[in-house]
């Protein structure tokens, strides 16, 4: 996450987990929500970089890794669901 420290990381991600998992109805523990939150957080910053968007802050930073925590859900749901 751009401009935040460790601390402030680990807070968003798993915020950011978590509201993911509530957007995708995906519910998990705090620290599965913390994983996705901060893989969202990468997959988002390499997503905008790819258009050449910069952000810093928190709000941000929550932002970006709502939406790549929400993407990256998204694909593992594509590959966890079993064909009938």
């Given amino acids: 996450m751009h401009g935040v ?12 987990g978590w509201i993911a998992g509530m957007v995708l109805n995906k519910h998990h523990n705090i ?35 709502i939406v790549g925590a929400a993407i990256l859900l998204f694909v593992l749901g594509l590959f966890g669901r079993k064909s009938d």
């Fill in 31 to 65: 620290f599965i929500n913390i994983i996705v939150g901060l893989v969202g957080a990468l997959i988002g910053k390499w997503l905008l970089g790819l258009v050449g968007v910069a952000y810093s802050g928190w709000l941000p930073s929550l932002g970006v890794a």
């Fill in 5 to 16: 420290g460790w601390f402030a990381a680990i807070i968003i991600g798993g915020l950011a």
